[in-house]
């Protein structure tokens, strides 16, 4: 068998065991998919497009394993949707624009950052809830992470998590599916922006979709299993593991 008839299961076992460890982790599996797909010949734009159809399978796997399992933010979750498309019109232009490195270690650093606030118990940020203010700027902060995520695919979509968790009081697995809810709503309207822009990979793009479906709630499952710690844990690892890829790669 040659690579080329070999290549197409390789892309399903890439993303199948990305999206698994997506699923526990509450995001990340772009810093994966991303550079394995420009490594078997896709430009960055391509590699990027083409991700975005695996991430839609990905999220859906994720949200299927939450149903039921999760109390679902219904109100929230569809003003963020609404963010979420408005910021997938600016990324599909952004994209075929990419390559700011600066942006890459900005990044990075924001990963390794976070990491410490997500060790502050809830009851201490209660005052800090309630501050309209306060959690306006982390709106802000939000809609900037999701342009980064829609442009990138990179994995920055875990400090969507982060934000939820600190600013709006939601627990690490609620974080995680209103996050996963938002990123279909961002993912459809970048695809729906690069249509005829020949950057999308079809064929490659619908095995990551299958992938991503079948890992994502499989990962989804085993988070839900553990439990909020582990939830909070693996999140940690992703960003930490994320954050200094980004920073040491960063030209």
């Known amino acids: 068998m040659t690579w080329h008839e ?24 772009g810093f994966i998919i991303t550079p394995f797909y420009i490594a078997v010949g896709l430009t960055p734009q391509q590699s990027i497009a083409t991700g975005k159809l695996g991430a839609l399978g990905l999220d859906a796997g994720a949200i299927a394993a939450f149903r039921g399992k999760i109390k ?48 502050v118990r809830h009851h201490k940020l209660k005052s800090r809830r309630g501050h309209y203010v306060l959690r306006a700027l982390s709106v802000l902060a939000i809609v900037a992470v999701l342009l980064l995520q829609g442009v990138f695919s990179s994995g920055i979509g875990s400090l969507v998590n982060v934000f939820l968790i600190l600013f709006f009081g939601f627990s690490a697995l609620e974080s995680s599916l209103i996050k996963r809810q938002t990123s279909i709503a961002l993912d ?35 988070a839900l299993r553990e439990g909020e710690k582990f939830a909070r844990y693996a999140l940690v690892a992703f960003m930490l593991i994320s954050g200094i890829w980004l920073v040491s790669t960063a030209r």
């Open 6 to 29: 070999l290549l197409p299961y390789v892309i399903f076992a890439v993303t199948f065991v990305a999206s698994i460890l997506s699923g526990m982790a509450g995001g990340g599996g």
């Open 188 to 222: 459809v309207v970048v695809l729906a922006g690069l249509l005829g822009a020949g950057l999308i990979n079809y064929r490659y793009g619908l095995i990551g979709m299958a992938g991503g479906l079948s890992g994502g709630f499989i990962g989804s499952k085993f």
């Open 72 to 119: 679902a933010h219904k109100r929230f979750t569809a003003y963020l949707m609404l963010v979420a498309a408005a910021v997938g019109l600016a990324s599909s232009y952004f994209i075929r624009n990419i390559g700011n490195q600066n942006l890459q270690l900005v990044m990075g650093v924001m990963n390794l950052v976070m990491i410490p606030f997500l060790f």
